[in-house]
């Protein structure tokens, strides 16, 4: 197939079987999320709708290694062209050389690290909290990045302790939308110059702003302040990288949905390095390494429909784990973590890469176990669970390994790093 023979066979799924309504800036630049509105899932549904009207067999890897940002790009794969990939040098340090990039994969650890960063502060051991973070499992067996139940306590105890900034929560659950929005108003007006108002809003209701997931609800945190125009907030999204302009009215029609709730003020110039003493009871607190909750989520939701439990049935399985890829880019924090013993250590950078590598592999083996989902609720057919119960129990092993080379780092850094770590042992700071 050629690439122009896949660009309009790209159109034709959009248009007739996908009934796609942004399809007016299609063409072979047109970008799958910016312009298209296609998120990570209807992606991943359009390759899968491809495969088959096409009669392909697109390697899963193929699809989890790819960088799919515009229709050109998805057309490459399905044209079996190979990417061209811009050639980076990598700095001859490695791991123990200037941090090259950092990683923007949960929104409330973005914003409060943003005036970290600023002042120099190393804020990548508070990723450690991520790989891990908290999520859902609904009554009726679907996973959920977000639920009312959720909080972000530990965030906020670790955040304090660590960095010695106390986050005040400015919203009250046991008050109206109105009167949580006027407290914020009111917080607004009498901000001081360095402090920092954090708000959770729905950023489906914020449809100007690019995102790649294009969430219906997408609870989101970010900063905001007031500018000399009153209909004019100013923005600022540390998780997306962006800060501009946006019209009040519409901030405070995203902020007053019921899919929210929550917000924080903090003072960012309070911010200190975390004493060695505390970054080792911090660590000790959030490793967990008998368990892999999210694999062991997913697992038990594929269960339950493959079972047919309260009438639950594999066709719906796609939409039971359709926020799978917002929690798995999580796995990227393994990164920071890595980063802060190897540096700490002056362990070898070429065993940090060989690592990096692994955590790619997780974060890409949990992509095509989406599309692999996909497949399997597409076709309805039981025999193809077990096959992805076993890629389930592969990834398994490849984090539970990746958590044990990383308690390994975490010891030595402990054993080097502090003064009495017999007395911290005591103290219950270590186990």
């Known amino acids: 197939m050629t690439r122009d023979a896949a660009i309009a066979a790209i159109g034709t799924v959009l248009r007739e079987e996908m ?16 312009d298209l509105y296609l998120d990570s899932v209807q992606v991943l549904q359009l390759v899968l709708s491809l495969e088959m009207s096409l ?11 790819s960088d799919l940002a515009t229709v050109s790009d998805l057309a490459g794969l399905l044209a079996r062209e190979p990417a061209v990939a811009e050639v980076v040098a990598a700095a001859p340090e490695g791991v123990h050389g200037e941090l090259a990039y950092d990683l923007k994969i949960h ?6 690290c943003d005036g970290l960063k600023a002042r120099g502060i190393d804020h990548r051991p508070f990723y450690a909290l991520i790989w891990d973070a908290e999520f859902a499992i609904t009554d009726d067996f679907r996973l959920a990045y977000h639920s009312d139940a959720q909080d972000h ?11 010695g900034v106390p986050l005040h929560a400015w919203y009250d659950p046991s008050r109206t939308k109105d009167e949580n929005v006027a407290t914020l108003l009111e917080l607004l007006a009498r901000r001081e110059p360095d402090e920092c108002i954090m708000v959770m809003l729905d950023m489906f209701h914020l449809p100007e702003r690019e995102n790649k997931f294009n969430q219906n609800p997408f609870p989101h945190y970010l900063l905001v302040s007031l500018t000399e125009d009153p209909d004019l907030w100013q ?7 962006w800060e501009g302009r946006i019209e009040r009215e519409r901030m405070l029609n995203a902020i007053r949905q019921p899919s929210v709730a929550g917000g924080y003020r903090f003072d960012p110039g309070l911010a200190r390095p975390p004493k060695k003493a505390d970054l080792a009871a911090f660590f000790e607190a959030c490793f967990i390494l008998d368990a892999n909750p999210l694999i062991d989520a997913v697992r038990a939701i594929v269960a339950a429909h493959a079972e047919g439990r309260g009438g639950l049935t594999l066709a719906a399985l796609g939409e039971a784990l359709r926020e799978l890829p917002v929690i798995t880019i999580r796995k990227w924090a393994y990164e920071h973590g890595f980063a802060f013993f190897w540096r700490a250590l002056r362990w070898p950078d070429a065993e940090f890469q060989r690592i990096c590598d692994e955590i790619e592999a997780l974060v890409n083996g949990l992509t095509a176990l989406h599309y692999a989902v996909l497949k399997l609720a597409r076709s309805a057919d039981p025999a193809q669970v077990a096959g992805l119960m076993a890629r389930l129990d592969a990834l398994d092993a490849l984090e539970s390994s990746l958590k044990r080379q990383l308690d390994r780092a975490h010891r030595a850094w402990a054993q080097a790093h502090l003064t009495d770590h017999r007395s911290l042992v005591e103290e219950g700071c270590l186990s």
């Open 107 to 112: 929104c409330f650890v973005s914003c409060v």
């Open 153 to 163: 306590e530990a965030f906020r105890h670790w955040f304090q302790r660590l960095y």
């Open 55 to 65: 009669g392909l067999a697109i390697p899963e890897e193929a699809i989890a290694a």
């Open 235 to 241: 923005v600022r999204d540390p998780d997306f990288r």
């Open 19 to 34: 009934n796609h309504p942004h399809l007016d800036r299609f063409g072979p630049h047109a970008r799958l999320n910016e």
